[in-house]
């Protein structure tokens, strides 16, 4: 087997025109019958590396998943694209188990998703026995380690596959596993000098943006309003907070629900459900959401409390673009989180602590960071990367530094004169001359630094402090309600003149003011773009609700946006969309052509200047039986412009009968000179008849035999 036949079912099935990083090699290394181990980020496309295989070897692939409520999505979404699939675990009835099994035995089904529990029972072992099994997938193989933060422990049986099966190669695939794990697989699989692929655990489409908690509802109503229709993920720290939060954006009209571990199972299934169907565009969850789902147009992740560590904010984001369209994050820092996740830490005493207090010192660090997010998670990764990543707060909105020894005067002062009590949001009040009653209950009004640094925001006073943190002159003491301490350093820059060096970062709420100040208005075309977009959705939707499945296997996001944008009408254009294989193409592709015709045609006669509206006028007229010179009398055009669209179709691969609009001999005449000369320019055969022939019949004639050529 090659990588060209490969190649080839790619473009088949998934519609796709390229393999991503690594893809081809650990399929190379499947058809070598090599022990594979991949290791690439969620969403990085590692399906695929087993899928490919599946398909072009002779035989069935078993793949063993461990999370049973994905196997029946993994299995529908083969076969929306055409791929013989099936699933066993404890979810089916026997009849339906037979069906499956018999199906196997007739050699009818490519892949075959089971349970790790399935796997290791006497009675599928027994069927692998008569059944040809071309090579064995494991999938989230992390959880065969206990090292991992997944074990389970009937992973740890599947080394008799590797001795009832020698001969086969088997391939094991995750997104989460330090080197430890990793070994730790090789193992207990027992392979035998297995090939490694790390892929990149980069996911540029990923914009990263942190801002300071404080508005963060209001920060979230506009970030979500100006995101319409878009599903996204919140993701909050306590059970309550995700029950607050979907009220509060209900309230503000915002379709949003719940979920966290305290649901009953069928509550928590209902949320799923609801939000895989695109039926809730928006869950506010505890992190206990998201594992058993595949959605790959979740389009946005908001952490509306700092995560505790650096490997679960990765994955948590890495939920929003799966499919690999753009896809945004933001995550929302304050000190009061890290306060109560330290306190969580420390109130558990069966874990690791100083480990894990670290781990939130990095993700603290992260958060406070001056220099591409991007960069500190790829080195956190161990990953080097050159250059900044432009899509993330800091490469968009660069620091400014300027003289800050003023500013910190003022803020240093400030807590000196309230005697070291307060916290950072009531310093910034007292800074920024906030009246509200704490300040005056307890009088510091009346403090001589009252009021003095109301020229900047909150969020530039936020960010100044958070700097004055970092460069050790105020102490956050985490044991005494997180009030600020003043360090030997902040004495040096009130009385002995050391100076300070801050930066400035034009705050995301003055830019968006600016903006919206004076909006960018869309061009027409992103108009266009995204009104056809939302009919395509709808559409999409539509379709889905009556097959019952979740909207993303019909199409991905990122295939409904390219057909937003190119506005394909024809079969061939069509399949030229990523993400557009043969089956769906016969499956969907006249609803969604015949969505676009009709947007296209009714923009057009709105007046709108639409590419491809004048062909689609013609083409129509065309169907319906009209000549070519009725048609331009209609349309008020030249009827040489017509014949001009209908060759341009017919070039294009529509049903058009061109030879009917010229003569056998004026044909015959072209075809001499064709054939002397296939270069030969509509100009010269033109002179050569001395006018006798017209433009457009040279033009149809050599568009024919140019086509004869091509099928001959
Ligand atoms: P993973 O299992 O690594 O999280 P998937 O296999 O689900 O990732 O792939 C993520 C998305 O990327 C899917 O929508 C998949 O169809 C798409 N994808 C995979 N390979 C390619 C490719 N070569 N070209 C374009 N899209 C791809
Ligand atoms: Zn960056």
Redesign the pocket.
């Known amino acids: 087997m090659d990588l060209i036949k490969a190649k080839e079912a790619?473009k088949k099935y998934?519609g796709?025109?390229?393999?991503?990083p690594m893809?081809a090699e650990v399929i190379q290394a499947v058809y070598d019958k090599k022990d594979v181990v991949v290791l690439?980020?969620?969403?990085?496309?590692?399906?695929?590396?087993f899928?490919i295989p599946a398909v072009t070897l002779p035989g069935t692939c078993i793949v063993i998943s461990p999370l049973i409520a994905l196997m029946k999505d993994q299995v529908e979404g083969l076969k929306s694209n055409g791929i013989a699939a099936a699933y066993m675990n404890s979810s089916l009835d026997t009849i339906e188990a037979r069906a499956i099994e018999n199906d196997l035995m007739r050699q009818k089904i490519d892949l075959l998703y089971v349970s790790p529990e399935k796997a290791v029972s006497s009675d599928f072992s027994t069927l692998l026995k008569n059944i040809q099994v071309n090579m064995i997938a494991i999938?989230e193989a992390h959880c065969i380690s206990a090292w991992g933060h997944d074990f389970r422990p009937e992973y740890t049986q599947l080394k008799f596959l590797r001795q009832q099966f020698s001969q086969i190669p088997i391939i094991a695939?995750t997104?989460t596993a330090d080197k430890l794990t990793r070994k730790d697989i090789e193992q207990q699989l027992a392979f035998k000098n297995p090939e490694r692929f790390i892929a990149s655990f980069d996911r540029p489409n990923l914009s990263l943006s942190i801002r300071p908690a404080r508005g963060r509802l209001d920060a979230i109503l506009q970030f979500i309003r100006t995101r319409p229709n878009q599903s996204g993920i919140i993701y909050c720290l306590s059970r309550k907070s995700t029950e607050d939060l979907a009220t509060k954006l209900n309230r503000n009209g915002i379709k949003a629900a719940f979920y966290h571990a305290g649901l009953s199972n069928t509550m928590r299934s209902d949320v799923q459900e609801d939000f895989i169907n695109d039926n809730v565009p928006i869950i506010c969850a505890t992190i206990a959401f998201g594992m058993g789902i595949?959605k790959?147009n979740v389009r946005w992740v908001i952490h509306y409390n700092l995560p505790k560590n650096i490997e679960s904010y990765y994955q948590e984001i890495g939920r929003a673009g799966?499919?690999?369209a753009k896809a945004d994050t933001l995550l929302f820092y304050s000190y009061n989180d890290v306060r109560i996740l330290r306190d969580i830490l420390n109130g558990n005493e069966s874990v690791n602590n100083d480990v894990q207090l670290a781990k939130l010192e990095r993700m603290q660090q992260y958060a406070d960071s001056l220099i591409c997010r991007r960069k500190i998670l790829l080195n956190y990764f161990s990953e080097n990367t050159e250059g900044n990543c432009g899509n993330c707060d800091i490469c968009k909105n660069p620091p400014q530094h300027f003289d800050g020894t003023v500013v910190s005067q003022k803020a240093l002062s400030a807590i000196y004169r309230t005697k070291e009590k307060i916290g950072i949001q009531l310093l910034i009040d007292i800074l920024r001359g906030s009246k509200r009653k704490e300040i005056i209950e307890r009088k510091y009004h009346l403090i001589k630094t009252y009021g003095i640094g109301a020229e900047y925001s909150a969020l530039d006073w936020q960010q100044f402090l958070q700097q004055m943190i970092n460069l050790g002159l105020i102490e956050i003491a985490y044991d005494n309600y997180n009030i600020l301490k003043l360090t030997p350093g902040a004495h040096e820059v009130l009385f002995k003149k050391r100076k300070v060096n801050l930066v400035r970062m034009t705050s995301i709420l003055e830019r968006r003011s600016q903006q919206k100040a004076k909006p960018q208005p869309k061009t027409q075309r992103e108009r266009l773009r995204d009104e056809l977009f939302e009919q395509l959705r709808q559409l999409r939707k539509q379709i889905a609700q009556k097959k019952g499945i979740p909207p993303?296997l019909i199409f991905?996001d990122?295939s409904l946006e390219e057909m937003a944008a190119r506005r394909p009408t024809s079969a061939e254009d069509f399949l030229d969309i990523?993400?557009v294989g043969q089956k769906k193409l016969y499956d969907f592709g006249k609803l969604f052509m015949k969505k676009i015709e009709q947007y296209i045609i009714s923009k057009s006669n709105s007046g709108v200047k639409i590419k491809g509206s004048t062909y689609l006028i013609t083409y129509n007229l065309y169907k319906e039986g009209i000549s070519p010179e009725d048609i331009a009398v209609k349309r008020g055009i030249h009827s040489s412009t017509i014949y001009s669209h209908l060759i341009h179709l017919y070039e294009k691969g529509e049903d058009i009968n061109i030879e009917q609009y010229i003569s056998k001999r004026d044909l015959n005449s072209i075809k001499e000179l064709y054939k002397k000369n296939s270069k030969i320019t509509p100009k010269e055969i033109f002179d050569y008849n001395e006018g006798n022939l017209e433009y457009y019949m040279i033009r149809i004639g050599l568009s024919i035999l140019k086509k004869g050529k091509l099928y001959s």
């Open positions: 790619l998934f796709y025109e390229q393999f991503r893809q690439m980020p969620t969403g990085g496309g590692k399906s695929i590396c899928q999938d695939l997104a595949d790959s799966r499919d690999g993303y991905s990122a990523s993400g």
